[in-house]
């Protein structure tokens, strides 16, 4: 069964910093990966898709990186902003065609101005 | 254009009630995932559809819990008997036929006393 795992589960640090959160799955066999952010009280925006024959993905100042042969995603987000304070959860299609989602737990962050 | 509704937006329940959770999908997605995400928790899947077919309803925790989707467009998720345990955000997701990404619902936040 596919398990994904986020770490930290929180973090908090000062406005411009650049940060790294990690995303490990257990079964590489995947079709894709998705980041997405959570707001309190909100839905899910999707921030980025990786396709499993693919190595990263950028979106402005957002980078998420890809090695299904270990089981790793890692999203990048430059020069942080308090307006990026959120919950990150990083989620896997095991399959190919519309098929659910495998959610981690998600990564708590706070930008401190 | 409109993306994923869904209502009510919170529900305050005593046990052993039943609840209806209404999704109204993006207009002309087939496909429709629902999702419960505890307190601190990622979003685990309960059931899917395609057009009005329920194809995969094997992440339903209980025969309490029952979706239907008639005429292939709004969906409803419904609870009998709430149990404290139900307690959680209802996230609904739809996705179009050609790719698979899936938009989610702002949720409906279910609370039974």
């Known amino acids: 069964k596919q398990e994904v795992t986020q770490i930290p589960a929180a973090l908090s640090v000062p406005e411009g910093e650049n940060l790294v959160l990690n995303c490990s799955f257990t079964?590489?066999?995947?079709?894709?990966l998705q980041w997405f952010r959570q707001d309190p009280g909100k839905g899910l925006t999707s921030l980025l898709l990786?396709?499993?024959?693919?190595r990263e993905q950028t979106s402005g100042r957002l980078n998420a990186s890809l090695d299904k042969s270990s089981g790793r995603s890692t999203l990048y987000i430059a020069a942080s902003q308090p307006g990026d304070s959120a919950t990150y959860l990083c989620?896997?299609?095991?399959?190919?065609?519309?098929?659910?989602?495998?959610f981690g737990k998600g990564t708590r962050l706070s930008v401190i101005a | 254009g409109a993306g994923v509704s869904q209502s009510p937006r919170y529900k305050v329940a005593k046990r052993g009630q039943d609840v209806a959770l209404r999704c109204d999908p993006i207009?002309?997605?087939?496909?429709l995932f629902w999702y419960q995400q505890a307190l601190g928790q990622g979003p685990e899947f309960l059931t899917y559809?395609?057009?009005?077919?329920?194809?995969?309803k094997s992440g339903l925790p209980s025969d309490r819990f029952f979706a239907e989707r008639p005429e292939g467009s709004v969906s409803t998720l419904k609870i009998q008997r709430t149990q404290q345990e139900d307690s959680a955000v209802y996230l609904c997701?739809?996705?179009?036929?050609?790719?698979?990404?899936?938009?989610f619902g702002p949720g409906t936040r279910l609370t039974v006393t």
């Open positions: 997701a739809s996705s179009p036929a050609y790719t698979y990404e899936q938009y």
């Open positions: 079964d590489s066999a995947i079709y894709n």
């Open positions: 990786i396709q499993s024959s693919q």
């Open positions: 989620a896997v299609r095991p399959n190919s065609g519309n098929t659910p989602l495998v």
């Open positions: 207009s002309g997605h087939v496909s």
């Open positions: 559809f395609q057009n009005e077919a329920q194809l995969d």
